[in-house]
């Protein structure tokens, strides 16, 4: 029988041998990269996206909660907009009109993250009570003009940081969470049907911050947590993740498939954008975090949300400072920033979403108020 202290030996000798295989495993990956999207793209004589004030106007402000912003969807027909409140409210708003047609009272006020189902019928939400509570837009309100849960989700350990329905699938959706693991539900029975991580040695080892499901294959998933990873999950295969993405130095708050489904981008405290390939596991590409002032004594602002646009050529990323850049993907490059506009948020950008047929972006913030921002003529199919 080994005794404690030689147990304890073994584990510190083990934990350093693993620790020293990692940093050689990112040696060689380093190596392996000899150029990254943007050295290649000027190779072949790119030129960066032509992008103006002009091109990306605020034409809504939607306004109506009195608590910061955490979370917002668009619905698949691009004509609604559900947002997440401090306030413990959901509003569902007419993006054409800026009319709420839902304010939702919440049983938990404490929600960090909502979505739209597929056919627009149903919202779902999350957060500190570490349930999904779903509500059908059409049920009839209850005797004291709210709108009843329709179905609750419980079984996280942990909040639900983020959701997210299958793609043309209204009847399943995927969670992620403060205790580690993302679950896939079934809400017909309100059953969990598979667990991704926790107990296994391929999953987080820190809180979930973010989903994103692969629209090309709605099989494959990818999450973000405060263990600096993000990693890849096929639903069919809960046991372990396909493929864990390394090269972030803090949280990753934000992930997003690119529109092929071959690639997708994360976000990070650490202030940059990443693009990873889910085939290699390489890291395409870093957005670098900007100076604040050129102060470099200055933290970077942490990146909170990302989008791409409907080509992949943009990427949409919003900073803790109240900043919102569009990255033209390719050349790494800066073309605006929201931040500097008219009609600008004054606090954090908490959230961003593209409109499902790429025409508008909707930003939500710390200061209560959603934008939309419209593109002006040909930029629509960017």
Request: glycine share 10%; net charge neutral; proline share 3%.
């Amino acid at each position: 029988m080994s005794t404690v202290a030689e147990l304890k030996e073994r584990h510190i000798a083990a934990t350093e041998t693993l620790n020293s295989l990692r940093e050689r495993l990112k040696e060689r990956r380093l190596q392996l990269l000899d150029t990254d999207v943007a050295s290649y793209a000027r190779a072949q004589g790119k030129t960066p996206v032509s992008f103006g004030p002009t091109d990306l106007v605020c034409c809504r402000i939607l306004q109506g909660h009195t608590g910061k912003v955490y979370s917002l969807d668009w619905t698949p027909e691009k004509n609604r907009i559900v947002s997440a409140s401090q306030d413990g409210r959901l509003i569902v708003w007419n993006a054409l009109t800026s009319q709420k047609t839902h304010a939702i009272k919440l049983p938990c006020a404490w929600v960090m993250t909502c979505a739209f189902s597929p056919n627009g019928q149903s919202v779902a939400c999350g957060g500190l009570d570490s349930m999904c509570s779903i509500f059908n837009l059409s049920t009839p309100l209850d005797k004291d003009s709210n709108l009843p849960v329709s179905r609750t989700l419980s079984g996280h350990k942990g909040y639900v940081s983020s959701c997210q329905y299958v793609p043309d699938n209204d009847s399943h959706l995927i969670t992620g969470s403060g205790d580690q693991t993302c679950g896939l539900w079934d809400i017909t029975t309100g059953l969990r049907t598979s667990v991704f991580g926790g107990e296994f040695q391929s999953g987080h080892t820190a809180d979930v911050l973010s989903v994103s499901i692969n629209g090309s294959n709605t099989r494959m998933f990818v999450s973000g947590s405060c263990d600096a990873t993000a990693r890849l999950w096929d639903t069919r295969v809960a046991s372990r993740a396909v493929r864990t993405f390394y090269g972030h130095e803090g949280d990753v708050n934000s992930v997003k498939f690119f529109p092929d489904g071959n690639r997708f981008g994360t976000g990070s405290d650490d202030g940059t954008c990443r693009l990873f390939d889910i085939r290699t596991g390489h890291q395409l590409q870093v957005y670098p975090p900007h100076q604040q002032n050129g102060d470099n004594n200055t933290p970077n602002p942490n990146v909170t949300s990302i989008a791409f646009s409907i080509s992949g050529r943009l990427l949409f990323a919003s900073y803790s400072n109240g900043d919102c850049f569009v990255w033209d993907t390719l050349l790494a490059e800066v073309v605006l920033n929201l931040g500097t506009l008219q009609n600008s948020h004054e606090a954090r950008v908490s959230c961003l979403g593209l409109a499902a047929d790429g025409s508008a972006l909707c930003t939500g913030s710390w200061d209560t108020s959603l934008k939309i921002w419209a593109f002006g003529g040909h930029r629509t199919v960017i």
